[in-house]
């Protein structure tokens, strides 16, 4: 509730500002008001180019007099909502080229990076760190090539030859089914790389569809394979991969954010919609 009413304040904080600037730099009167609720002060007094309101919760922009011309005026209370929604996409932008993107799927080698609790991986004794290096014979160098591997041996009893430093051995496991599919539990070490504008872009851009692909629906898409959690094609790792940095935070963050822009911008613009018809009728 928290993360809710301080992205309410300040996603509306920017909107305002944008719109309080807009509309001074298109020759159109406007107010900030501050919070929300009855105004304080007179009502037989019109309050200067700040008005507060009881309720420190919500910023808004408030167009004075529209007689400088209609077209202008609708123009600066549109920026207010798209620059409620540019802010946290272009802070997750940032994010992204600070931290640079994960491989979650870096080899050859194919290096185990997280071995789920109880799974098959996990009885055999394969940990973290260990190089899977065959499959029933087949030699393994990626996370895709274990996953095409076992894909259809769920149920049966399959040899697994791993390295861990120079020790080589081989284990037996049986993968677990899962519909027409079969895992060992087991995904790769990922590996983060630099990524330019251009391609922090992209990666944001896939990260919130896959963001708002987990908000509409709770079921895993059909090429989704089980050795990864759906949260987006970004790789943010989660706490139980290991204490999270500064930039994956506020990557973190913003990509939060980008749920609930839309809704707080939605709120802003029938906020401005509703002054501006009684600024109009004045």
């Given at each position: 509730?928290?993360?809710?009413?301080?992205?309410?304040?300040?996603?509306?904080?920017?909107?305002a500002?944008?719109?309080?600037?807009?509309?001074?730099?298109?020759?159109?009167?406007?107010?900030?008001?501050?919070?929300?609720?009855?105004?304080?002060?007179?009502r037989?007094?019109?309050?200067?180019?700040?008005?507060?309101?009881?309720?420190?919760?919500?910023?808004?922009?408030?167009?004075?007099?529209?007689?400088?011309?209609?077209?202008?005026?609708?123009?600066?209370?549109?920026?207010?909502?798209?620059?409620?929604?540019?802010?946290?996409?272009?802070?997750?932008?940032?994010?992204?080229?600070?931290?640079?993107?994960?491989?979650?799927?870096?080899?050859?080698?194919?290096?185990?990076?997280?071995?789920?609790e109880?799974?098959?991986?996990?009885?055999?004794?394969?940990?973290?760190?260990?190089?899977?290096?065959?499959?029933?014979?087949?030699?393994?160098?990626?996370?895709?090539?274990?996953?095409?591997?076992?894909?259809?041996?769920?149920?049966?009893?399959?040899?697994?030859?791993?390295?861990?430093?120079?020790?080589?051995?081989?284990?037996?496991?049986?993968?677990l089914?899962?519909?027409?599919?079969?895992?060992?539990?087991?995904?790769?070490?990922?590996?983060?790389?630099?990524?330019?504008?251009?391609?922090?872009?992209?990666?944001?851009?896939?990260?919130?569809?896959?963001?708002?692909?987990?908000?509409?629906?709770?079921?895993?898409?059909?090429?989704?394979?089980?050795?990864?959690p759906?949260?987006?094609?970004?790789?943010?790792?989660?706490?139980?991969?290991?204490?999270?940095?500064?930039?994956?935070?506020?990557?973190?963050?913003?990509l939060?954010?980008?749920?609930?822009?839309?809704?707080?911008?939605?709120?802003?613009?029938?906020?401005?919609?509703?002054?501006?018809?009684?600024?109009?009728?004045?």
């Amino acid at each position: 509730m928290l993360g809710l009413v301080l992205s309410a304040i300040v996603l509306s904080l920017v909107g305002a500002l944008a719109q309080r600037g807009a509309a001074a730099m298109l020759g159109v009167p406007a107010r900030l008001v501050l919070g929300t609720g009855p105004r304080i002060g007179p009502r037989d007094r019109e309050p200067g180019p700040i008005e507060f309101r009881p309720l420190p919760v919500w910023v808004s922009a408030r167009i004075v007099d529209v007689r400088g011309g209609l077209g202008r005026a609708v123009a600066a209370l549109a920026v207010g909502p798209i620059a409620m929604l540019l802010l946290p996409a272009a802070i997750l932008v940032v994010a992204v080229v600070e931290r640079g993107a994960e491989e979650i799927d870096p080899g050859p080698p194919l290096v185990v990076g997280f071995v789920e609790e109880g799974s098959p991986a996990h009885v055999a004794g394969i940990a973290p760190g260990d190089v899977v290096e065959s499959v029933d014979g087949r030699a393994i160098d990626t996370l895709a090539s274990l996953i095409d591997a076992v894909r259809a041996r769920g149920g049966i009893e399959t040899p697994v030859v791993v390295r861990r430093g120079e020790t080589r051995r081989e284990v037996a496991l049986v993968p677990l089914s899962i519909g027409d599919r079969a895992v060992i539990g087991v995904r790769a070490r990922p590996e983060r790389r630099a990524v330019g504008v251009g391609e922090a872009i992209a990666v944001s851009a896939r990260a919130v569809v896959g963001l708002w692909r987990n908000l509409i629906s709770s079921v895993a898409p059909d090429d989704h394979d089980g050795t990864e959690p759906i949260v987006g094609p970004v790789g943010l790792r989660g706490a139980r991969d290991g204490a999270l940095d500064g930039a994956t935070r506020v990557a973190l963050i913003a990509l939060a954010w980008t749920a609930v822009a839309p809704l707080w911008a939605i709120v802003a613009s029938i906020g401005s919609a509703i002054a501006f018809v009684g600024a109009r009728r004045r």
